[in-house]
């Protein structure tokens, strides 16, 4: 969901962290504490981040703690881990990520596509899982004799907190 000024994060935070634990748990690998570092910066915003708002906010906290600096293979490593077990996604036209909100423990149903609602103002995202789309894509791509590996929609607009920011102007 869109999150509004007032949406407390911290249960975002640790709903998201816990699934990634579990999902991990299932899988038999590791949620590194790197890994958890970087998911924990995606589950703090529903707005997508990119790898270097990754990087630049944990190098940040690491200067505080007196810590080394990491590189950006270092994030880009963490964030491909996270993908590939479903924990993240992949915002395509804005090159950036958040973190699973939709589906419990990362799983989704088979069939069902991922659509993104992106609001052009503030930039947050709210993502969504359809079966009806996702059985559209099957029916279209089994026309055209296609594979789908990833059925994911990015609808871009305005979100319900922007649209009265814009009337109350």
Do not use: W
């Amino acid at each position: 969901m869109i999150e509004l000024s007032a949406h407390d994060h911290s249960f975002c935070i640790e709903r998201v962290l816990s699934d990634a634990k579990a999902i991990c748990a299932e899988k038999g690998v590791r949620l590194t504490d790197q890994r958890q570092a970087v998911l924990r910066i995606l589950a703090a915003s529903h707005v997508p981040a990119s790898a270097y708002d990754i990087l630049n906010q944990l190098n940040k906290e690491r200067k505080e703690k007196g810590e080394a600096m990491l590189a950006p293979v270092s994030i880009y490593r963490a964030l491909d881990f996270l993908l590939q077990h479903g924990i993240i996604h992949r915002i395509e036209s804005r090159n950036a990520y958040v973190a699973c909100n939709e589906s419990p423990n990362g799983h989704h149903s088979h069939g069902e596509a991922t659509i993104f609602l992106l609001c052009d103002q503030c930039g947050r995202a709210a993502e969504f899982q359809s079966e009806s789309l996702g059985g559209l894509i099957e029916t279209i791509a089994d026309k055209a004799r296609f594979s789908p590996n990833a059925p994911v929609m990015e609808i871009r607009g305005l979100c319900e907190e922007c649209q009265k920011l814009q009337s109350d102007a």
